[in-house]
């Protein structure tokens, strides 16, 4: 019998025989008192027991996710200093104050979310050990389409050595291998196209290069200085409009040409940017008084905090535009923010009498280009594509005694300003382009050179009718006949000699 | 984004830079609760904020039954006192687009004057409300996003809250085909049996974001140490759509300008 029952399990690893038995042996053993009502529980108990659960022999591996990666270096953020260093801080921290900021900010409808902020100024404190700068400020924050950057604005080092860049000394060497290998044979017809002077670009410390920006991906990731920026890529990035990706070294594809990657286009947007909507409330700066001012006309590029500034109530700040005054100067139209005259030859110093006659013969002596001078209030600024540059507003109706006021760009969408009393601030957040009104329209292509002088050889003319040819000729064989008559008569002439 | 979750989610949308001040969210709260009574509405949504030149508009959205038929739209200036605004019908947005040009102003019964460009070329008229509905139900109408799965339509087409929705894991959040446009499909794109692996009519009934032309209109980025998932919009800026993975939380704000970025197809 225990045969025939063996024989029915064939695919399952216990027989019937096996399982009554064990059924029977804990019926025994626990002698529950109404074994028959309990008694299917107890088989499916049974049953159950011998399940082992899902361990297989495999594991799960665990992945780091981009998370966990991000988190690990955002640790460091929080890592207390030294305490060797706590003496400097407590002198002067270059550093603005963190929470105060954020909530004024918020006030005014701009943030980046309260955690993301102290993230960036825990980054920024990191920035200011790392580098040893002098004074940092968070510029911004500009979004891009992979990812964005967050931009700190710090002074220049006395002892940074601008990186020269040596694209003029590699185009003379192309040139002079070109011209040597040209002399060998025939020699081809040269280009007369003169490129236009390069504008130089503006020493580290002065002008659009007056600050150095640091940008990173997220707070926590290293910091990356973006080089100066020159007056040809300003003049570029005036004629395009392109989004950021978020990669420094993305090759910007655009017409006309960018000058440079996407480092040196963001570099030249924070400066347009900086020089349009970075303003405080008047009075705030006052000019710098130089000893010896000679020249009254060269532009002040330069300010100092004034330090019986009182600040101007709120509500005032919010309904007139003459109380926000730019600090930044204006970029002019050559790319520069002070104007340089391309046409002067720095080397004939000696032949002065030359140079003035020179002058006098140019009739397109450029003439210099001024812009608005620094401080000069914002009620001053141009309107473009019927809107007004700016809108201005307090940032609370119900409680407006305490309420900040808030300056909003219309050129530069993202740009804010705050003042409350005598503590202001300047940020921008978004996508790092302007305003283009009805539309952004690429210039036209420039007219097609001309490629060779023309000249009798080449204009075309008509072919002379059957008349000409035969009136033609007849003149020849005129003049032959008369060539012919001197030549008999001078030959006769030396045979009479 | 649903007024229920408007105090947390204003942080994960912040990341574009604007927001609401604690004042606004204050008041958001209390006036979305009494529209909702006053209006009968199913949900209420603060839909965003469209900047004008001298005021703001704050936009509000109410859904009845069906989540994508539904709709209707209020403004305010100050979050407390809401109108309605008229819903957007085709003459409308025909008049908007000839006529309406530039920033909004912020004044309601601003007349914007424009002419036809065929036709006739007779003069045209548009206020200021009827462009911001039209702004509005434009904006809903191209850019609006749910994640795949967070929407069912029943047998009777009604399309309603799933509320199995357990979110979309860290890889599927990274797909840009796992985001739909919230909207009635126009030509929704059949797809081939080799695409119809998990392919859902319950689930599946909207367009996804990668059939937008031009591709590259949308922006996808993990944002807040990697943790929510940000989409934001090329194509009108200011529009920004956050889900965190691995739960139901999900929504969209508008807070931009209300102007389309035509510049697009140069700027990507």
Redesign the interface.
């Known amino acids: 019998m225990a045969w025939q029952l063996g024989l029915t399990s064939s695919l399952k690893s216990r027989t019937r025989y096996d399982h009554l038995t064990c059924l029977l042996t804990k019926v025994l053993d626990e002698q529950p008192h109404n074994a028959v009502d309990v008694l299917e529980d107890m088989s499916c108990d049974v049953k159950r027991a011998l399940f082992k659960g899902g361990q297989s022999n495999l594991r799960d591996l665990p992945h780091t996710?981009?998370?966990e990666l991000?988190?690990e270096q955002?640790r460091l953020l929080f890592a207390r200093q030294e305490e060797a260093t706590q003496e400097e801080e407590l002198v002067e921290s270059p550093l603005p104050n963190v929470s105060e900021v954020g909530f004024y900010l918020?006030?005014?409808?701009?943030?980046?979310?309260?955690?993301?902020l102290q993230?960036i100024f825990l980054a920024l404190k990191q920035l200011v050990a790392s580098h040893g700068l002098l004074h940092c400020r968070l510029w911004g924050?500009i979004?891009?389409?992979?990812?964005?950057y967050i931009v700190a604005e710090a002074e220049y080092r006395e002892d940074e050595e601008e990186e020269s860049t040596d694209e003029a000394t590699e185009d003379e060497e192309r040139g002079t291998q070109e011209e040597q290998g040209e002399n060998e044979t025939d020699p081809i017809p040269r280009s007369t196209y003169k490129a236009p002077p390069v504008v130089p670009k503006e020493a580290i410390g002065t002008g659009t290069n007056k600050f150095v920006y640091y940008v990173c991906k997220?707070p926590g990731l290293p910091w990356v200085k973006l080089p100066s920026v020159s007056p040809a890529q300003i003049t570029a990035a005036r004629q395009?409009?392109?989004?950021f990706t978020g990669r420094l070294d993305n090759p910007i594809v655009s017409y006309p040409p960018f000058p440079g990657n996407e480092a040196n286009y963001l570099r030249a947007q924070i400066a347009r940017i900086s020089a349009g909507t970075q303003v405080s409330p008047q009075g705030f700066y006052q000019a710098r008084e130089e000893e010896g001012d000679e020249d009254e006309e060269a532009p002040q590029d330069s300010h100092e905090v004034n330090p019986d500034f009182e600040g101007i109530p709120a509500s005032e700040m919010a309904e007139s535009l003459n109380t926000w005054v730019h600090h930044v100067q204006h970029i002019l139209q050559q790319g520069r923010c002070t104007w340089v005259n391309l046409t002067e030859n720095p080397r004939d110093d000696s032949n002065e009498e030359a140079e003035a006659d020179e002058r006098e013969e140019e009739p397109d002596e450029p003439e210099p280009e001024v812009g608005p001078s620094l401080l000069t209030p914002v009620s001053q600024d141009i309107e473009m594509?019927?809107?007004?540059p700016w809108?201005c507003?307090l940032?609370?109706?119900?409680?407006s005694q305490h309420a900040v006021a808030v300056l909003?760009s219309?050129l530069w969408?993202?740009a804010c300003a705050y003042a409350c009393g005598k503590k202001f601030e300047n940020i921008y957040?978004?996508?790092g382009?302007k305003c283009?009104?009805?539309?952004?329209s690429?210039p036209l292509p420039l007219q097609p050179q001309k490629e060779y002088p023309s000249g009798p050889e080449i204009t075309e003319a008509l072919d002379p009718s059957l008349e000409e040819e035969q009136a033609l000729q007849e003149a020849l064989e005129e003049q032959q006949a008369t060539q012919e008559e001197t030549e008999e008569s001078g030959e006769e002439e030396e045979d009479d000699d | 984004m649903d007024a229920n979750s408007l105090y947390f989610s204003l942080e994960l949308v912040a990341g574009s830079g604007l927001t609401l001040n604690v004042e606004q969210r204050a008041a958001l709260q209390t006036s979305l609760v009494i529209m909702k009574k006053n209006y009968k509405f199913n949900r209420v949504l603060f839909w965003g904020k469209i900047l004008g030149l001298k005021e703001d508009y704050f936009i509000a959205q109410g859904r009845g039954e069906d989540e994508l038929r539904d709709k209707k739209n209020l403004y305010s200036f100050n979050c407390m006192d809401w109108f309605l605004l008229p819903p957007a019908t085709e003459s409308m947005m025909e008049e908007v687009s000839a006529a309406a040009k530039g920033r909004f102003t912020g004044d309601p019964s601003y007349v914007y004057e424009g002419r036809k460009e065929y036709g006739d070329g007779e003069e045209i008229k548009v206020n200021e409300e009827r462009r911001l509905a039209v702004t509005v139900h434009l904006i809903d109408e191209e850019v609006s996003v749910i994640p795949r799965g967070s929407f069912i339509r029943n047998p009777q087409g009604l399309v309603q809250i799933n509320r199995s929705f357990s979110g979309l894991s860290d890889s599927e959040a990274r797909k840009l085909d796992n985001f739909l446009h919230f909207n009635i499909p126009k030509n929704l794109k059949k797809k081939i049996i080799n695409e119809m692996g998990e392919w859902n009519p319950v689930m599946d009934f909207l367009g996804p974001l990668t059939d937008d032309i031009p591709k590259g209109s949308w922006s996808l980025q993990f944002e807040s140490a990697g943790k929510v998932c940000v989409l934001r919009s090329l194509l009108w800026l200011g529009l920004t759509f956050y889900h965190v993975p691995f739960t139901p939380q999900h929504g969209y704000l508008y807070i931009g300008d209300g102007t389309k970025n035509l510049d697009l197809p140069f700027m990507l």
Do not use: D, M
């Not at chain 1, 918020?106 to 993301?116: D, I, K, P, T």
């Open positions: 996710t981009a998370a991000l988190a955002q918020e006030q005014a409808g701009v943030s980046l979310g309260r955690e993301e993230r924050k979004l891009g389409t992979e990812s964005s997220e395009i409009c392109k989004f594509f019927n809107t007004p809108s507003r940032s609370s109706a119900l409680t909003r219309n969408p993202g957040v978004g996508w382009v283009t009104g009805e539309g952004h690429l």
